[in-house]
């Protein structure tokens, strides 16, 4: 009947949550960018078997941009991806990508939202002002509500700490 | 002695209530402030013929007043009186109670029992206050809550919150449900289920309405449900991110947190969805809005001196107005939740790599730390002030903690599987 179970603990609790490594940590060559085949069969095909997007060799294969914990910055690292993808926006105008901005899941939930809106407004300014136009991006947040990786440890947090790049249609 | 009145009302009914020479907020002789480590050694004697019920009244008296950590549980074995005539005083002084519990449970027709309860003060012989009440079977719980609060409220000069409600969000699996239970996490229940996140619930003034955030339509839309009905009305569903709903004091108005024009920024708007206004105007993150009690202030988190600080404003603030700074120690203070008083705030301190639940003194801004946990979230205020109840982590698992006010005390809600997060303590109900 009841599911909740009142327990009083007195005295002040030192509540340590376990630090627990999960080995499960998903591989960055899967999850949101999983939506079309390796083959690229849900874009056309260019003459070397790969859609330019897809082609694993090709800078517009990585999609996702990681931060420092509380950071909405680009790192250089992630600058020439997102270049690159602004100018394939820029030079297919029917393309369109929606920036998923994600937190890990310590702090605030509100403001881990905010936090992830940052980083696709942040991804957004520098598509625009690198030829991309406005119409053709959507910078929406998911805060810490939809994890990539689960577990209390740095390497599921900075998994999570990211904006995915998504075209429409793939 | 008492009058026995059939009633067909799903409702208390006090049909009598006696006083006897002493005021609302009659105190022991024993002073519990001042640390709160001291506290009151009551003896709570089984009420008469209660074994015949499905739910034993004293059992939820004793939890209710031990959860709150301003009491001392006195073991009553042996001893049984029921009424004032049959106490022998001397055996209880000898136990160590200062207060003494006594009373009778008589089952009447159509569902119905007649609760008699009297608290008795040992040192003066004398009763302090008393109840009788006849409530429907099914209502037990409540009725016990009810003569907790009275019994709190006689010692200790507080109100009592054992009558009042929470609300948390319970994930398990992929299911989110929006869930209410009594302060205890009995007679839980969802308001609302699905398959999408939920956050950032908050109850109306009153208690009918609880606002909160869902993902429902794969964007974080603010919605208000009517508790009774469980009709729902979407009030903040602009372009890009609606979250963050925080009530007036009046009932009227929420702040809310959009992206609208761009960034995350507090507004303001009518509860049923008209009359938008921007309230905060800075290139940073403004979020997590909440009333201050008079409903002149907001106070709020925002990153626009670098790092996730609380901030003040007036709800009158007009486009030259600078909100005023009102954290220092470290670089991580978000998540604000005035007192009832509005003299304090609670909020998610980071501290050495630990977010901690701390409350700042607003007139002499000085912080206390109130917990050790690794993640906790949402500091939700009791209405008298007394506790504070936040989300935080225990195994990995997510659960409840409710810390008092000087970090004495602290109590545990978990479930048997899945997370509890976003609590949020609902208001005190006049009675009727």
Known sequence: MKTIAGILIIGLLSACASQTTQPDVEDRSTGADSGYGADGSALDSGG?????????????SQRSVF??????????????????????????????????GNTDERGSREYNLALGQRRADGVKNIMTLSGARESQIEAVSLGEEKPRAYGSNESAWSENRRTDILYRGE | MSTHSRTQFYCLLTVLLWLVCTPLHARLNIEIF????????????????????????????????????????????????????????SDWTNRGASALVIGRTILMPGGQVEIQFRLMDVAKQAQLTGLATVVPITQLRAAAHRIADIIYEALTGEVGVFSTRIAYVLKQGNKYALQIADSDGYNEHSIIEYTEP???????????????????????????????????????????????????????????VLSLHGGSQIYLINADGSGLRRLTRSSGIDTEPNFSPDGRHII????????????????????????????????????????????????????????????????????????NSQFDESPSFAPNGRMILHATEIGGRGI????????????????????????????LLKQK
Do not use: C
């Open chain 1, 48 to 60: 070397t078997g790969f859609h330019p997007l897809n082609d694993p060799n090709s800078i517009l």
């Open chain 2, 198 to 256: 939920i956050i950032s619930p908050t109850w109306s003034p009153d208690g009918s309405q609880i606002a909160y955030v869902s993902f429902e339509n794969k964007k974080p839309v603010v919605y208000v449900q009517t508790i009774a009905t469980r009709q729902r009305k979407a009030v903040a569903n602009f372009a890009g991110s609606n979250s963050a709903p925080a009530w007036s004091p009046d009932g009227k108005t929420l702040a809310v």
């Open chain 2, 34 to 89: 001042g640390g709160g480590t001291e506290r009151i050694p009551i003896a709570i004697v089984p009420f008469a013929d209660e074994n015949r019920l499905q739910q034993r009244v004293t059992d939820v008296v004793a939890a209710d007043l031990q959860r709150s950590g301003l009491f001392r549980l006195i073991d009553p074995t042996g001893l049984s009186p029921y009424a004032p005539a049959e106490v022998v005083y």
């Open chain 2, 300 to 371: 709020f988190t925002s990153d626009r001196g670098g790092s996730p600080q609380i901030y003040r404003i007036p709800v009158s603030a007009t486009e030259s107005t600078t909100a005023e700074r009102l954290t220092f120690e470290g670089n991580y203070n978000v998540s604000p939740d005035f007192s009832h008083d509005g003299k304090s705030f609670a909020f998610i301190h980071r501290h050495q790599g630990r977010f901690t639940v701390a409350v700042q003194d607003i007139a002499t801004r000085q912080v206390q730390i109130l917990t």
């Open chain 1, 67 to 100: 931060y420092d914990f509380d950071s909405y910055t680009v790192n250089h690292d992630y600058r020439p991806m997102v270049i690159a993808h602004a100018q394939y926006l820029r030079d297919n105008p029917n393309a369109q990508v929606i920036l998923q």
């Open chain 2, 400 to 427: 409840l903690s409710a810390v008092s006010r000087d970090g004495q005390t602290r109590q545990h809600l978990s479930v048997q599987t899945g997370d509890i997060r976003e609590p949020a303590w609902g208001p």
